[in-house]
């Protein structure tokens, strides 16, 4: 089960391309001029099955999938199983944004286990202070794209090159 805000489908602001995007309630970064600071109380959301959420997920063909929040990495056995149903029945590709840095997760198994099926992670806490709109899917220039895959394989932090098509 995970405490979930909202399923939006169809965005194009958490990732390339549309998406759908799956808002997490509890966050314990509680960051000073986050965008959604409703979503830190995991009792916000409303208790969903894996299953549930994997059907919508499944439902859109053409459109790949982030974790957003509130911060998926507070709920990581829920996500690790719903992320790891996707893959097994689709080539969609997952995007995960979280507060907690590459290298801090990797040393939480329980995190750990989650980044086995993100493709991109944008990491690392909302800084008010470093606030930069002409970035890409971040809100501060302190948050990193990190090819996950790439850097699991590499045993080290390997940034994703995103480089839209102009």
Not at 26 to 54: Q, V
Not at 73 to 91: C, D, N, V, Y
Request: hydrophobic fraction near 35%.
């Amino acid at each position: 089960m995970l405490s979930i805000l909202d399923i939006l489908e169809d965005t194009t602001v958490d990732g390339p391309g549309f998406r759908t995007a799956i808002y997490a309630a509890g966050c314990p970064n509680a960051c000073p001029g986050c965008h959604n600071p409703e979503s830190w109380d995991i009792n916000r959301g409303r208790w969903m099955k894996t299953d549930e959420i994997l059907e919508k997920v499944l439902a859109d063909d053409f459109a790949d999938v982030t974790f957003s929040g509130g911060d998926p990495m507070f709920q990581p056995e829920g996500f690790t199983e719903l992320a790891q149903a996707i893959k097994q029945r689709s080539r969609k590709n997952i995007w995960c944004y979280t507060g907690y840095t590459f290298e801090k997760l990797l040393c939480n198994p329980r995190q750990a286990k989650l980044l086995e099926y993100i493709d991109v992670l944008v990491d690392g806490k909302f800084n008010e202070n470093l606030r930069d709109e002409s970035l890409y899917f971040r809100g501060s220039s302190n948050q990193r794209l990190i090819d996950v895959q790439a850097s699991l394989k590499a045993n080290r932090t390997i940034a994703y090159d995103y480089n839209p098509k102009m």
